[in-house]
């Protein structure tokens, strides 16, 4: 079985060799490691990846983890098994390029993950979910049934044993009654090279300020709008002959390869998040 | 002699078939024209390289433009004889990147322009003038003498005949006295992807935010601290491992790339301004 | 009614001038215009776009336009109503994600087509065509029935009315019994930066030499292999700690973008092809 | 004082358990560790940096190395002391601005050499040489005067202790006899997109194929011309309206900015040559 560990803790000395060493005390053998110390924030991160020829209990390794070496050195850390699929719910309003690019992954195999469910609130979108034979629930939302249709949501994540959310092109904003129930673990695509353009209409807003290149950027879902930590960016270049509708089309394919791009990251556990950014590993 | 004239005016029928026929009277060739519209606005653009076997009175030349076309359609329009070299004066301060790459593509006949002075509020760069022998004058600029100093700038680029200004790093805000003077003729480098991070410090800013690419811009100076009309942009790839250092040395390299673009853009008249915005021919 | 005309022919002086002058003369207004000079072949190009106010006879039409102008000339052209949509014939293999990527953009009305059927060598894929809904077909191709086969295909294209093939990742190569009939008519996706790596398993080659950066390139089919003229180019960059398969997926996001560009430009009129290169207008 | 451990060895357990422990043993701390694995080819590799508070016995350290660790693993291995700046030879022919970026940067600080010489086979950019203070020499090479040429140059190098050569658009080929000195210390720029373009004059081929996207490529020299392991490569996009003029200015911006890359990161000891490709370290 492979296994995935995510660690931070304060920069100090002898890290990597006391986690070698345990994984190896456990008959481990590891195939990737890759570290980062944030020098100002004397903080260090790692992710490591080990194979095991037998099958662990992993209670009781992540046991021995806490006794041997996570105590000692204060670490925060998560381990993966790269056996188990995430569950991924996925938010959508009208647009439906994310999605197919999302499904069409999944569908080929590229994407590992299982989808229980479709939400939005629309029903443009319903044939999409049926094309792919995956439910899909219609939760509309207006200022007064707001909070009704959060508890909705909250229900259906909590019953489909959601494990994270992509917001693919959902256009509404989630309120912190969903993000604390998922913390760092809701991925939304903003249709602009942030932090410039925040909010709606960023293609407008490009426009008008005549820029020479558009962007699309991938992040975590925080509470302050738009100003999640950043998992991926892309852009494009535009000219004085694209309108307003060129920024459009063009943005949509950089919006779909983006949020792609975040999606697998996440799910492949290549992402932590310190100080309202990313660490992305390779 | 080739002659490029670019034009703007209000949307009508029959400019392009008016103008091409007025070069065709007067024994021209086309030898470019590019045109845009902006359909919102509803302005006519157009950019025109023709070649005369002859050398023209330009002056009768234009007074004929003006009465057999320009007038008809309310055009406002600029002639360049495009053997003329215009003369270009550089504002530094202390980083010697885009002035080295601007002398070495001067240097090696790639920007055709005459280079009458380098200016800079410090003495750090006198150097690279003398290595490459050309005139340097030193006017400090503090809070007190500011106004001053700007009146010795005037002076010195009135006397030199400069066409136009390249801040090729200048930390100072360019105040209206000189914009008013050099309308659309001084070009800026922004050391950011405008509009992210206006002003001092974009580097640190960009490094705070957690963003995965970062930027430059070069702009025509307006009143508005790094708003004017964007010329061209260009963008670098970062990660968590860069630190605001890295984001420096990577920054360079895109300042120095995305000011002789626009530089070379502005020298060969293929830019034109209107809203706050620029139309950028081929 | 809009209508695009594209135009080749020896340069010469006046060409733009007659051009524009027939349109004006036929009720119509230029609302976009680019040309170009091959100086080193000196062919002039130009691609028009008009609107009239009135329905055309666009018989009547060409005949004036041939009379009045382009016998003149000697011009090689061709008039397009852009209220008419192109049938796009699409062959595919085993991959679905350029498939995918067609269809959902045909689906949003980003890609004005109709598609009358979806043809491959094998069945996989019979499942995307059904979630579509656009007919599919089957003919296996081997070296033995390789012709029997190209009967069959080019019985399809003439009974479906089909003006232009897609070939989104269809393995087999086209022989010139269907090239014959749809010159500069059939849209290959090569995954690979052309001329680097033509034929088969370019990734596999691309990761054999150690490359830093992987492409795409999707181009006009001709008689030699992967030679043809391009349309559309795009790259990604990679690095040692990409496998094989790292560069498969990268280039699948590549293909799937660079083919939908390219039909995109060729549905539009946008594409002319001249001594195996193409000229692509704004 | 900081050490720089580039090692490589088959692919084995305990690897970075062993050589962390070695490091922490001799009183240092690991403030960067990186580590890759050929899965295909069964190698390991790994960069450590190690900061000590104490200056260390190079040559005992070394020792202590051999027998604590690499013996064990059958390790190749180099330390660099990050306090010594390597010398830099750098050849050039007649183009300047590989050499004024490389020279710019080296006044700036940003790239950490001593530059010896600078070696040409034509007296052009020998006031180049002068501007920045280098002693510059002239050494002719015709086919028959080849072989002593290189006798000269090799004289050269030896007399100036030179580490490894840049060539910065030197248009010899450089033979096995200076190879075999400098095995992977001779960076070369190729402007093309390796592989495509191998050879003399790639832009004019470049223009003849009609790409929409043209590069350079940087590359430690092998006996195999514009063959060897690949270090930097980056791209520019072009157009039907771009004339082999216009190919080779952006290709200027393209070599100068990829040489330069090429060259920090081997200064900086994040290059690593296997099976004629790198490992990049970040």
């Keep these: 079985m492979n296994l995935t560990l995510l660690i931070n803790c304060?920069?100090?000395s002898g890290i990597i060799?006391?986690?070698?060493?345990?994984?190896?005390?456990?008959?481990?053998?590891?195939?990737?490691?890759?570290?980062h110390v944030d020098k100002q924030a004397e903080v260090f991160f790692m992710r490591l990846e080990?194979?095991?020829?037998?099958?662990?209990?992993?209670?009781?390794?992540?046991?021995?983890?806490?006794?041997?070496?996570?105590?000692?050195?204060?670490?925060?850390w998560n381990l993966y098994d790269e056996g188990e699929r995430p569950r991924m719910g996925i938010f959508v309003s009208k647009y439906n390029h994310c999605l197919y690019d999302l499904l069409s992954r999944h569908n080929s195999g590229e994407?590992?993950?299982?989808?229980?469910?479709?939400?939005?609130?629309?029903?443009?979108?319903?044939?999409?979910?049926?094309?792919?034979?995956i439910p899909f629930f219609h939760i509309p939302v207006t200022k007064e049934t707001k909070s009704v249709a959060e508890q909705e949501q909250l229900k259906l994540l909590r019953d489909y044993n959601v494990d994270f959310i992509v917001l693919a092109r959902y256009?509404?904003?989630?309120?912190?009654?969903?993000?604390?129930?998922?913390?760092?673990?809701?991925?939304?695509?903003?249709?602009?090279?942030?932090?410039?353009?925040?909010?709606a209409k960023p293609y407008h807003a490009a426009f008008e300020r005549g820029v020479k290149i558009i962007g699309a950027t991938s992040h975590y879902v925080t509470e302050d709008l738009d100003a999640g930590p950043i998992i991926e960016q892309d852009v494009?270049?535009?000219?004085?002959?694209?309108?307003?509708?060129?920024?459009?089309?063009?943005?949509?394919?950089?919006?779909?390869?983006?949020?792609s791009r975040a999606v697998k990251l996440h799910v492949t556990h290549?992402?932590?998040?310190?100080n309202n950014k990313t660490v992305i590993f390779s």
Excluded: C, W
């Design 236 to 259: 494009a270049t535009v000219s004085h002959t694209h309108s307003v509708k060129d920024f459009l089309a063009k943005g949509r394919d950089l919006e779909k390869i983006v949020l």
């Design 111 to 133: 994407l590992q993950v299982d989808i229980p469910f479709i939400l939005s609130n629309h029903t443009d979108l319903e044939y999409v979910a049926e094309q792919f034979k």
């Design 171 to 199: 256009m509404q904003i989630i309120s912190s009654k969903i993000i604390d129930v998922f913390p760092n673990r809701i991925i939304n695509i903003h249709h602009s090279f942030l932090p410039a353009f925040v909010g």
């Design 50 to 76: 080990s194979e095991f020829d037998v099958d662990l209990n992993l209670d009781t390794f992540k046991g021995e983890f806490i006794n041997e070496v996570a105590n000692a050195y204060k670490m925060k």
């Design 10 to 12: 304060q920069d100090q």
């Design 270 to 274: 290549k992402t932590m998040v310190y």
């Design 17 to 35: 060799h006391s986690v070698t060493g345990f994984i190896s005390r456990k008959g481990g053998n590891v195939i990737y490691l890759d570290q």
